[in-house]
């Protein structure tokens, strides 16, 4: 019974810790940057992330639209979430699909921070603050 106290003690802590650490949220955006030249037409994305409990999207977006949404990583420094873009108007031909954000151990903070994502014609883009674009993902074709 002793040791169930302690537990209960030391759990109840963390929680209290972790409302106070979480803080603000932190927030993924996905933009379209296809070029909008294209002789087929205007160039849509469909763009939808997912995490081991949330779904947002799809969303559908066209040159220079953006899809931004908030979230709280979790206490445990888990929160993972992942993202599928695919290229219209048939969305079935071309996609990609990319780890957005993961969160790197314990009481992580969530400072208001933006992940940003650009879709691009030749991948996939990231950055975050004051850091230039990296390319970290390609188009895959069906």
């Known amino acids: 019974m002793k040791n169930l106290s302690k537990f209960l003690f030391v759990f109840g802590l963390l929680c209290m810790i972790s409302s106070d ?72 031909k071309r996609y990609g699909s990319f780890t957005a954000y993961k969160a790197k151990g314990l009481f992580v903070k969530d400072d208001g921070t933006k992940w940003n994502w650009s879709a691009k014609d030749d991948g996939f883009y990231f950055h975050k603050g004051n850091m230039p674009s990296l390319k970290l993902a390609n188009w895959t074709m069906n």
């Open 21 to 92: 650490v979480q803080g603000d949220r932190s927030f993924i955006t996905v933009k379209n940057e296809l070029n909008p030249k294209d002789k087929a037409g205007p160039r849509l994305i469909m763009a939808y992330c997912k995490s081991k409990n949330n779904m947002i999207g799809p969303r559908y977006l066209k040159f220079e639209e953006i899809m931004i949404f908030g979230f709280k990583t979790n206490v445990w420094g888990t929160t993972e979430f992942w993202c599928v873009v695919k290229e219209g108007p048939h969305y079935n």
